[in-house]
Every structure is written in structure tokens, then in C-alpha cells.
């Protein structure tokens, strides 16, 4: 074996030997070709020359003389080589695979670099082989070249490749394989995934087959209105706050191309109304109009320079803002505070008990630490994991995940989401437990999972509140589920408000069973 070894590395050195001569050939041969011609011609004037007569007067005659290498001189073009030009073995055998792709732009760019990363290191004789491999690789079933990706835009790349996208997104957040993307190289998969990376902030638009079934006529007279004359032929579209609120059983009794028409006209209706400097959808429209009136100088609506009415108007929305903001909010809060304890039988404080224990508070009658009132934390077990109720929209790894931390196919650590229950793999890093982000009581500290550091999100977990019971847990979550919005920007996440107004995040899988879910910051 050892032998063998020697033998292999030998031949390695001896295939990088003789690839560098060659190289040196290849490069070396093209200072001779033009140097050697102009040499044969300098010679055979030099020849002539010898031959040239001398009158008395000084005068010099070539009568009878080959004077041809004179003009030949003139034409001869010498070519200078300069080190750009150079080509390595590799990066000739590279530029023929690429040909033979007939590959340019970003395929171009995306396939060289992959292409030289598999070469490297790698003996001459064995290069035809990688290149073969590396390009069946970049073949679907079908036949296609995946790197026609690179053409497409979001929609299109989400109509064919929909499921594999969705499939490895689910693959990097849980660790499991999904049956669509077993077959899969992972050069394709990433091939995939590179060019959705590209394309996932860009608006998505209509699928390739429902664009297919606009009739051209209305498409091309809907792309020459302007936003408020396509609202003017499809009132609904006045006061939709986005596409999802726009009634979706008005197309109900229309034809195919009529529902494909009318959601054409609704994309590009958003897409216009996304490329405003300002919308009154956005939701936080006041914020961003007092920053262009003061900051820019400028009235984002009418793109006119801001009056002295407008400037006073910001700057006083800016002083007294804060001041209702956290008005709203403390309402807003009790609300769901009542609210909460109402649903689930349990009691609770009134304002003027508020009042009274305030008074309380401050003649001494509750216990505090610093100026911070003494709250019960309590602790708990494994088996209060085991008997958690009202489970049915969580997979059973997702409870794990959320509550113990768990460690994906790849052996990286994931999920730990609170920090009540002992006995876990998943703990807090020591020193890393950061204060309260919202009113909500939720906190950030890095986490471990049996002994190995968490990577994603910079190693972060974003924690429940140590004040809340694992079932409480639960129960916010399912709250959270069944109010959720979709993030258009994912393939899997969404996002809902507790009854207790936190705001909790969720990666669904396919049958809509929450895989993941943990309290946002904001």
C-alpha cells in the first residue's frame, strides 16, 4: 500500500512537470513565430546590402539588387504577448469546457469558478473525467441544463424548481431530507439555490403558465396605464391594503383567461404602486413621510420641495409622537393582558387595583429587588415536556427543537428557544443572556447544544419568557398560528400575534405543521 502510495505521488509530480513544460512551450513558441520570420528578413537584406556600389559622387545604386525584403519588413507585424494572455493547461481546458457548453454571462462566471475549484490539485489526466461528471451533473432527468437558471427570473425559477427550493431550505433548517431532493447532486441543488439567492427580493409576479394565459391584447393595454387608471377599471383595488386583501372570489365565475387577466392587472397594479418613493401602504407611512420632509426637504407624495407647514407639522409629530406611542402601547398591552386571562378563566388585575398595589408598592407592602417587583420564576421538568396539551399543530420535533435544542443531520446545533425546563441538551452561554428586547419579556444570549455552539443567527436564540409555563408556551404559539400572515419573501415562514401581543415567527412544512417557532425581538 505504502508502495502504491509513493508510486501515485511520483506520477502526480512528474504530470505537474510535464504540464508546466508544455505550458512553457505553448506561452515561449509565440515570441519565436514572428521573431524568427523578421530575423530571416533582416539577413537577407544585410545580404543586399553587401552588394550595394559607390559612384565617385557618393551616390549608391541597387540596380540588380533584391530589394523585396524592404517591403516585406514593412508588412511584417510583431505581436506582443502580454501576461493576460497566458493560458494555463487548466485554463485552456476550462475555456473548451465552456464552449462546448456554450455557456456566457452569469452562467459563464458561476460555471468557471466551480469548474476550477474542482480541478485544483487535481493531475492532468483526470481532468476530462471531472469535466464529464461535474456537466452530467448539471443535467435534470429531463435532459435540461441547470444552468439555464441563470435566465430565469423568481417566478419562473419557483414554478420549476418550487419544490426542490422549498425542500432544501427545509433541509438546512431541520437537517432532514425531503424524497424530492434524495436525487439530487448537491452541485445542482446548490446551482439552484445560487441563483434563487439572486432572485428572492425581486418581485414575484405571475407564473410562466398563468402569464400564458393573458391575452396579449389586455396585457399590452394594462402595461400602458398608469397606477390610477388601472385603479379607476378595477375599483376593489382602491383601498386593498396589499394583494392577499383583495377579495378572492370575484373571479370566482369568470372564465380561465378573464381570472388570468384580472390577476394580471392586480400584480401590476402592487408592482407599481412597491416602485413609489412612498405608498400609503406601507406601514410605517408617517414615519417615512416626516423623514423626507425633514430630512431630504422634499414631499415624498407630490416630489415637491416641503413648505414651512409641512416642516413644522414633522417636527411636531416627531416631539409628541413618543409620548402617544407609548400611550397606545400600554393600552394596547392591558388590553391583552385582559384579554389573555379572560380566555383562559384566570384572573386579573383592574386599573384601580393596579392603583392600589402601586401604593402598596411604594409604602413597602411588596417585596422588591433594586426598583424591580419580585416575580416567581419557577422551573420544569421533562415530564411536563411529555404532557404538554393542544400540540396538534407542532410535529413532534418541533417540540424538541423549541424547548430542548436539537442537532440537525450535519451535527449542528439548532432551535433552544426557552430556558425553564431542566435537563435539556440545549443551556444558555454563560454571560450571554442579554435584557428584555419589548414589553413582552423576551431576550437573546447564544446557546449550546449538548457542548456544541449554535452557528445560525450569529449563535443567537431569541428565548420565551422564564416567566411563562411550557403549556403557556405552547398556547401563545398556537395563538400566533392561527392569526399568521405569510412572508411572500420565504418559501415556509410566517409570522403571528399572541393574544398577549407577542409577535412569534414559524417555518411550516408542507402539511402546514409548525417545525420551528420562536418569539420575535420586535
Not at 445560525?456 to 422564564?466: L, M, Q, V
Amino acid at each position: 500500500m505504502e508502495v502504491e502510495t509513493q508510486l501515485n505521488i511520483g506520477i502526480r509530480e512528474i504530470q505537474e512537470k510535464i504540464d508546466k513544460l508544455e505550458w512553457f512551450v505553448a506561452q515561449v513558441s509565440q515570441y519565436f513565430s514572428d521573431s524568427l520570420q523578421v530575423l530571416g528578413l533582416a539577413i537577407q537584406g544585410a545580404s543586399q546590402l553587401s552588394q550595394i556600389l559607390l559612384d565617385s559622387d557618393g551616390n549608391y545604386s541597387t540596380e540588380g539588387l533584391n530589394m523585396s525584403w524592404v517591403e516585406e519588413i514593412k508588412k511584417a507585424k510583431i505581436q506582443t504577448i502580454s501576461k493576460s494572455d497566458y493560458r494555463t493547461p487548466q485554463e485552456q481546458a476550462i475555456d473548451k469546457a465552456v464552449k462546448d457548453m456554450k455557456l456566457s454571462g452569469a452562467a459563464e462566471i458561476y460555471y468557471r469558478g466551480k469548474l476550477k475549484e474542482k480541478l485544483k490539485g487535481k493531475p492532468r489526466s483526470e481532468w476530462k473525467k471531472i469535466i464529464s461528471n461535474f456537466n452530467k451533473d448539471l443535467k435534470t432527468e429531463k435532459g435540461d441544463n441547470l444552468l439555464d437558471v441563470f435566465d430565469m427570473s423568481r417566478a419562473e425559477l419557483e414554478e420549476k424548481y418550487g419544490d426542490k427550493i422549498q425542500a432544501y431550505e427545509h433541509f438546512l433548517n431541520t437537517g432532514y431530507t425531503d424524497v424530492s431532493i434524495a436525487t439530487m447532486s448537491q452541485d445542482a441543488l446548490k446551482l439552484i439555490m445560487a441563483r434563487y439567492d439572486q432572485v428572492k427580493s425581486d418581485h414575484l409576479g405571475l407564473s410562466p403558465t398563468e402569464l400564458a394565459k393573458v391575452d396579449p391584447a389586455f396585457k399590452k393595454k394594462i402595461d400602458g396605464m398608469s397606477q390610477e387608471e388601472i385603479e379607476k377599471e378595477f375599483p376593489e383595488l382602491k383601498n386593498a391594503i396589499s394583494q392577499a386583501h383583495v377579495n378572492p372570489y370575484s373571479g370566482l365565475f369568470m372564465s380561465e383567461t378573464e381570472r388570468a387577466n384580472r390577476s394580471y392587472a392586480i400584480d401590476r397594479y402592487f408592482l407599481m404602486d412597491s416602485q413609489k418613493l412612498l405608498s400609503w401602504r406601507d406601514p410605517n407611512y408617517t414615519a417615512k413621510f416626516n423623514h423626507y420632509i425633514l430630512e431630504e426637504g422634499i414631499n415624498p407624495i407630490t416630489l415637491e420641495p416641503a413648505t414651512a407647514e409641512e416642516i413644522q407639522t414633522a417636527e411636531w409629530y416627531n416631539r409628541i409622537h413618543p409620548i402617544t406611542e407609548t400611550l397606545s402601547w400600554g393600552t394596547a398591552l392591558y388590553s391583552a393582558y385582559v384579554g389573555y386571562n379572560q380566555y383562559y378563566n384566570k384572573p386579573y388585575t383592574t386599573i384601580p387595583e393596579a392603583f392600589g398595589k402601586g401604593k402598596d408598592w411604594i409604602k413597602g407592602k411588596i417585596p422588591s429587588v433594586g426598583s424591580q417587583p419580585v416575580v416567581e420564576i419557577k422551573t420544569y421538568s421533562m415530564d411536563d415536556l411529555a404532557n404538554l396539551k393542544h400540540t396538534e399543530n407542532f410535529t413532534e420535533k418541533s417540540k424538541i427543537h423549541i424547548f430542548e435544542g436539537d442537532l440537525n443531520r450535519r451535527g449542528q446545533a439548532g432551535g433552544y428557544h426557552y430556558d425553564m425546563v431542566e435537563g435539556t441538551s440545549g443551556n444558555i452561554i454563560e454571560g450571554t443572556k442579554g435584557p428584555a428586547l419589548n414589553d413582552a419579556g423576551v431576550y437573546e444570549a447564544k446557546v449550546e447544544v449538548n457542548g456544541i455552539l449554535k452557528k445560525a443567527n450569529g449563535g443567537n436564540s431569541t428565548f420565551f419568557p422564564d416567566h411563562m409555563s411550557p403549556q403557556e408556551v405552547v398556547d401563545a404559539i398556537n395563538e400566533a398560528y392561527e392569526a399568521r400572515v405569510f412572508d411572500t419573501n420565504s418559501r415556509n415562514i410566517y409570522e403571528g400575534i399572541s393574544k398577549n401581543g407577542m409577535k412569534i415567527t414559524m417555518y411550516l412544512d408542507s402539511e402546514k405543521k409548525i417545525i420551528s417557532a420562536f418569539p420575535s425581538s420586535k
